[in-house]
């Protein structure tokens, strides 16, 4: 069974970090796309990063650029999203996702894989 756990969600405040994990079973990401999605309340999911470990392509959304980092550990078969200088903005459910292996791509319709979600809040 695939399956895709979040953890590392909680509460910062404004310009501090946290690193979200999403532990993989049933699928070995380093075969896949990954992606870090995210959705704030009463706005649509939006893609935040994507990694193509196969290819090495990587992509991040225009508001976290220079501040968010993707990234995984094929030992643990578990991917990161290092997050810094967190503002308010930031706030909302992250979740991960994986698809199909190919090119890095932001668009949540091209992942089949998702996990339930880690709640992020930057507040102060």
């Known amino acids: 069974q695939e399956q895709l756990v979040e953890s590392g969600g909680g509460s910062v405040q404004p310009g501090g970090s946290l690193r979200l994990s999403c532990a993989a079973s049933g699928v070995i990401l380093d075969h896949r796309i990954i992606g870090w999605f995210r959705q704030a309340p009463g706005k649509e999911r939006e893609g935040v990063s994507c990694?193509?470990?196969?290819?090495?392509?990587?992509n991040y959304a225009d508001s976290v650029k220079g501040r968010f980092i993707i990234s995984t550990d094929s030992a643990k078969n578990t991917m990161y999203l290092q997050m810094n200088n967190l503002r308010p903005d930031d706030t909302g459910v992250y979740y991960c996702?994986?698809?199909?292996?190919?090119?890095?791509?932001?668009?949540?319709?091209?992942?089949?894989?998702w996990g339930h979600g880690t709640q992020v809040t930057v507040s102060s």
């Open positions: 996702a994986a698809g199909p292996w190919g090119d890095c791509r932001m668009s949540a319709r091209d992942y089949n894989n």
């Open positions: 990694f193509s470990p196969g290819i090495g392509s990587t």
